[in-house]
């Protein structure tokens, strides 16, 4: 059984070139003070399945907001965001906790593993939100935390562990739900040239070998570089490079 | 892993503070477990066999007589299956300091009623028959390497006999193995008669009348019978169930079920806001980590569950080891001493502990459970 059809929960893949995701018309805008804010407004957007997105912008320019919208952890002001054809903007709050558990995975900037528990358990969290039975959870945890190269430290503490290997248990997590959809918000933004450089080669092999749609966030280019498409954010509005 | 493991893992991360909660709610319920045993065997309610008794004393003072006659009229009144009478003896062994609970009693009447008492039918026999014999408690005879047969010179710091002495020689002929209900192991039965026919003043009279009823949902109607009975003579009398004349006792120093409560409300209250304050200390602490499991999908409710089944958790295994304490504690008293022999936590106490136990558990819990709840996740990864 491959690497793709272990951690697969049975949908049909998704083919490369169907639109995943769409933002239609989105904006957002926040209150400070008596002034209101806007950080986007008739933000339109296409993303299809098995790109490899990535965001930058200067600061300010409401990349981890566009992150937060596409994750359904915030919501727009007004527009559509629109996943897999079914609009997400209107679900309920269980509704989306759901969806999240199901199609989205997340990469913080500083990992944000739980301290107290072990890599393992990590991983396992998004799968307590399924119906799977302990030993399916035990085979996918162990699963991801090959494809990340951690198996031997699945015991290990984050303490334990570099900052490189704790990002890495963290897209192990991101990925052991099998979700169609990863969320990386500064990935490499805590980690050295050469510990970042992993870290974008596995979400890349991630991309190109499981076919995951990714949208990143980051501040360097050189990380932007390992994405097939590069969009650039600032006032509002989108720039793109795509990589041929 | 399960909910239960992420409850378990949250108490873990804070170890001493879970240890020192957990030890002070195991503090309150053990004062709580032991108070309430105490005040079991204090009301007597810790035995289900005495409600149809009742105890008729002096209306004026437990400390003054009833003429023994009364006990023909009580037996005559309706309801009434069985009387006894008693009177305290006060009594000592050689040493005043050594005293030794002793009742002149009547001794067909006494045996009758207390039928549970543990002994063979010759002992029974031998004390009946022989008036000069006394029945100890096991507790008191290997105390003092006592047997039967040994002839004991019993002193009271209360009766002088007619003779000028105080003292009444008696024969151990029963002893009986276990205390009962009302009855401890290490108290000792005279005979009345052979008591009261030596004494040289209050003859004829008795501290108290013990009484068995026939059904003790009657025991109010009984009550007020026996009470107009003996209205207008010379010594009026006062009838209570068994439970509350042992509750007086305590009662007459001070209201002890009250102190109980109050005690009980005390703590309870002081280690609710303990708990709940401890507890919304550590969902502040972990609000990343909460904001993470929401962003993973777990839902607001399901994470308020985890925070309450913690904080139950925490209140459990505290409140458990407490009882679990208690139970060890009423034990090393009940054997250590007589005056707690009849000390016991009563499967009311167990249930009324455990449901105070549940309740501090999801009391303390509703708010830290509702800030977690309430958390928002994009201001918390914003603060990062």
Known sequence: MTVAETLSVGDAPISADRVLLTLDRVAKRYTRGREIVTIFDDLSLDINAGDFVSVMGPSGSGKTTLLNLLGGLDRPDAGAIIFDGAPIQGLSQSQLSAWRSRDVGFVFQFYNLMAHMSACRNVELPLLLSKMNRNERRRRVETALDIVGLLDRKRHKPRQLSGGQQQRVAIARALVADPKLILADEPTGDLDRATATEILEMLQLLNRDLGKTIVMVTHDPAAANYSTRQLHLDKGQFQERRDE | ?384
């Open chain 2, 1 to 384: 892993m399960n909910d239960f493991a992420l409850m378990l893992s949250g108490l873990a991360q804070k170890k001493i503070r879970t240890i020192l909660i957990s030890f002070s709610i195991l503090i309150a319920f053990f004062i709580f477990v032991v108070l309430s045993a105490f005040q079991t065997s204090l009301s007597g309610t810790s035995d289900t066999g005495i409600e149809n008794r009742l105890v008729v004393m002096n209306k004026i003072s437990p400390t003054q007589s009833l003429p023994v006659a009364y006990n023909q009229r009580l037996q005559t009144l309706p309801g009434i299956q069985d009387v006894s009478y008693f009177q305290w003896f006060g009594g000592y062994y050689q040493d005043q300091k050594a005293t030794i609970t002793t009742y002149a009693v009547d001794p067909e009447s006494f045996v009758r009623i207390n039928s549970d008492l543990s002994l063979p039918s010759e002992q029974v026999e031998a004390f009946l028959n022989q008036r000069d014999s006394v029945m100890i408690g096991r507790a008191l005879a290997d105390a003092n390497g006592w047997g039967l047969g040994q002839r004991l010179p019993l002193s009271s710091n209360i009766w002088r006999r007619e003779d000028g002495g105080y003292t009444w020689s008696v024969i151990v002929r029963a002893i009986f193995e276990e205390p009962v209900t009302g009855i401890s192991d290490d108290w000792a039965f005279v005979h009345f008669a052979y008591f009261d026919d030596a004494r040289a003043f209050a003859k004829d009279h008795v501290s108290t009348f013990l009484l068995e009823t026939v059904d003790a949902s009657q025991n109010p109607q009984i009550i007020q019978s026996i009470e107009l009975e003996f209205q207008n003579s010379h010594a009026e009398v006062k009838a209570v169930t068994q439970a509350a004349y042992a509750a007086s006792f305590i009662n007459q120093t001070a209201d002890f079920g009250a102190v109980l409560i109050g005690v009980t409300l005390a703590s309870f209250f002081s280690i609710l806001l303990i708990t709940a304050t401890a507890m919304a200390g550590a969902i502040a602490e972990r609000s990343n980590e909460i904001a993470v499991l929401k962003t993973l999908g777990f839902t607001s409710p399901r994470i308020g569950r985890i925070v309450v089944g913690e904080t139950l958790l925490l209140t459990i295994i505290g409140g458990g080891l407490g009882i679990g304490a208690a139970w060890f504690a009423v034990d090393a008293l009940r054997n250590a001493d007589q005056f707690f022999s009849t000390m016991t936590i009563t499967p009311m106490t167990l249930a009324s502990t455990f449901a105070m136990v549940v309740g501090l558990g999801i009391s303390a819990a509703a708010i830290p459970a509702l800030n977690a709840m309430r958390i928002d996740v994009i201001s918390v990864f914003q603060k990062d």
